[in-house]
């Protein structure tokens, strides 16, 4: 494996160190970070890409900054949800000579699908990999955020433990409330089933479309547990959204961010739930007025919330910070080790199989065997978003 470690001075004189794989490489793929494993870059390798990996200081890149590592001749970027893909860019890549970009991610909400198609160019997503890991965070922030354990961590750490009390750290049982899911998609319905089946929990969902599986399952789980002599569980299709708001006592969103789900949560609606509810957001920060929940957080203290995405990261809205029923952490949610290996693996194959001219996978829902570290991966672009639009042909393996 032949590496080489650059250093080079972009028109900015800013200093770029761009490590590179296999320098004779036909094909150009820049990745615009550092991604987790080596395997994508060993499947890049093995198929003729030269693979260029920026290390820049900074964390966000701007568009200049990518535009400087497109240069020239450019076949495809791999890139991430913090860049900005609009028009420049895209033209940018054509002008180079790119096929694809692909974020390293399931959401691409930072990329404008409709300037991709005006270049031609793919646009590649990750799904499936990250489904259950981003479940098990938001219910990671529901135990968190019901069971007070970050302040009660902090309260240990600052040597304020003086001995067991009655009233020290009270917080919500799950067991036997409801929960309520928004977007009832791959995430959403994961994160259903662990909280049902985990805790026992009651359904509420809303989402434009019918979950049959999510529903046959609380159905098959309820008979399970009367048939042991247990309460059974039970589910419920709302049929809106505010049904769920004023209902659940724990609520977790994981709708896509569009013009439809901006500030879905404002503050009226944030006004319909429980004062004692939990909100747990792992989607996306703008489906939350931040600024009105800080409002709500300090109105009314027995209000929880967990999370993991915010409006305008990196920063927090003022006041987030100080409130004691906030538990936030730095968008994590997608962050297990074999989640994020399989992500740059999904991002890079997106990649290849444009560069290369192989047809795309016929179900991005299913990308198991492009994930299997044992065998070659299909020839094929696990997941192109505008597949369609461009007219791509599908994989009929
Ligand atoms: C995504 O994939 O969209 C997440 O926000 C990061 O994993």
């Not at 001749?73 to 790119?98: H, M, N, P, R, Y």
């Not at 302040?151 to 409330?177: I, S, T």
Request: with cysteine; glycine share 8%; proline share 5%.
């Amino acid at each position: 494996e032949e590496l080489l470690r650059l250093s080079l001075f972009s028109t900015m004189a800013k200093p770029v160190s761009i490590e590179v794989y296999n320098p004779n490489g036909k094909y150009r793929v820049v990745s615009t970070k550092p991604m987790p494993g080596t395997r994508w870059i060993n499947l890049l390798v093995d198929q003729g890409c030269r693979v260029e990996i920026c290390h820049l200081k900074k964390t966000i890149l701007s568009v200049e900054d990518i535009i400087d590592l497109i240069g020239d001749k450019c076949d495809g970027v791999i890139g991430q949800l913090t860049e900005d893909w609009g028009e420049t860019l895209f033209s940018a890549l054509s002008k180079a000579g790119g096929k694809a970009f692909s974020n390293m991610a399931v959401g691409y909400n930072n990329v404008d699908v409709e300037a991709a198609n005006k270049y031609g160019i793919a646009v590649g997503n990750t799904p499936g990999v990250l489904t259950e890991t981003t479940a098990e965070l938001a219910a990671s922030l529901s135990l968190a955020a019901a069971r007070r354990i970050v302040e009660a961590d902090e309260f240990m750490r600052g040597g304020l433990y003086e001995g067991w009390l009655p009233h020290l750290f009270v917080g919500n049982l799950l067991k036997g409330q409801t929960v309520g899911v928004i977007g009832a998609g791959r995430i959403g319905s994961a994160y259903a089933r662990m909280m049902v089946e985990g805790f026992k929990m009651n359904l509420i969902y809303f989402d434009l479309y019918q979950s049959t599986r999510l529903e046959k399952f609380v159905t098959a789980y309820g008979q399970f547990l009367k048939a042991n002599g247990e309460q059974p569980v039970t589910w419920k299709r709302a049929s809106s959204m505010e049904e769920v708001l004023r209902e659940a006592d724990l609520i977790s969103l994981h709708p896509v961010l569009d013009k439809t789900t901006y500030h879905l949560v404002n503050k009226e609606r944030l006004a319909m739930m429980k004062k004692e509810a939990i909100l747990v957001n792992c989607s996306r920060g703008p489906v939350i007025d931040e600024a009105a929940l800080v409002e709500h957080l300090k109105e009314n203290p027995m209000f929880r919330v967990g999370l993991d995405v915010f409006e305008e990261e990196p920063f927090m809205k003022p006041g987030l910070a100080d409130t004691k029923n906030a538990i936030v952490v730095p968008h994590i949610a997608s962050a297990s080790k074999w989640t994020r290996e399989g992500m740059a693996t999904l991002a890079a194959l997106n990649v290849l199989g444009r560069v290369k001219g192989y047809p795309i996978w016929h179900d991005p829902n299913r990308v198991d065997p492009f994930l299997n570290e044992n065998a070659s991966p299909p020839n094929a672009s696990p997941s192109i978003v505008n597949s369609k639009a461009l007219g791509l042909p599908v994989s009929k393996l």
